[in-house]
């Protein structure tokens, strides 16, 4: 059974940190890529960040480049995305997905979700 699970969501002032985790369980970590998506309330879910396992190509929406940084760890089957400088406008729940395909913004690509995390960025 594939699983994905994140974590590491929680209430923070703006200018704070976080770093959500994703573990992966059911896959072949090395042969997917790897999305963040998050969707606000009243909004359409949108990509974040994608990673692609076989060579570490990363990608970014442009509201986010610069202050978040996604990896992983093919180890541990997980992934991560590091948010620094956070804003109001990142309050979200933040889902990870995994595709067999390369990274896209395209939801329809993703064939495995997680339950999501909140994040709240506090003004």
């Known amino acids: 059974e594939v699983q994905l699970v994140e974590s590491g969501g929680g209430l923070v002032q703006a200018g704070g940190s976080l770093r959500l985790s994703c573990a992966a369980s059911?896959?072949?970590?090395?042969?997917?890529?790897w999305g963040w998506f998050r969707q606000a309330p009243g909004k359409e879910r949108e990509g974040v960040s994608c990673?692609?396992?076989?060579?570490?190509?990363?990608y970014y929406a442009d509201s986010v480049k610069g202050r978040f940084t996604i990896s992983s760890d093919n180890a541990k089957n997980t992934v991560y995305l590091q948010m620094n400088s956070l804003k109001p406008e990142d309050t979200a729940v933040y889902y990870c997905?995994?595709?067999?395909?390369?990274?896209?913004?395209?939801?329809?690509?993703?064939?495995?979700w997680g339950q999501g995390t909140q994040v709240t960025v506090s003004s």
């Open positions: 059911g896959f072949t970590f090395d042969d997917y890529s």
């Open positions: 990673i692609e396992s076989h060579d570490g190509s990363t």
């Open positions: 997905a995994a595709t067999i395909l390369s990274c896209s913004w395209y939801l329809v690509s993703f064939g495995s």
